[in-house]
């Protein structure tokens, strides 16, 4: 096998690696904006639960939020 042969085989693969992965980032996206995430509401328990920590470690504070990140 020439080296001109090696070089175009291995473009050749580059060149489908590329894409077949652009190709599925495409595909992600479209799912994503199709079927986007529900938002979710924070456990009560877990509300009680961080309130209760808040108001033994810092007494006196008032819980104003909860963010989840």
């Known amino acids: 096998m020439e080296a001109t042969h090696l070089v175009a085989a291995c473009f050749v ?3 489908s ?3 077949l ?3 599925l980032a ?3 996206e479209l799912i ?3 079927f986007p995430a529900r938002r979710r509401r924070i456990d009560p328990v ?3 639960a961080v309130s209760t920590t808040v108001a033994t470690v810092y ?3 008032k819980l104003t939020r909860i963010e989840e990140e």
């Open 26 to 28: 495409v595909i992600f």
């Open 13 to 15: 693969a580059l060149v």
């Open 59 to 61: 007494p006196g504070a």
């Open 32 to 34: 994503t904006v199709l």
């Open 21 to 23: 992965l652009g190709s």
């Open 17 to 19: 690696v590329f894409t």
């Open 46 to 48: 877990l509300i009680g």
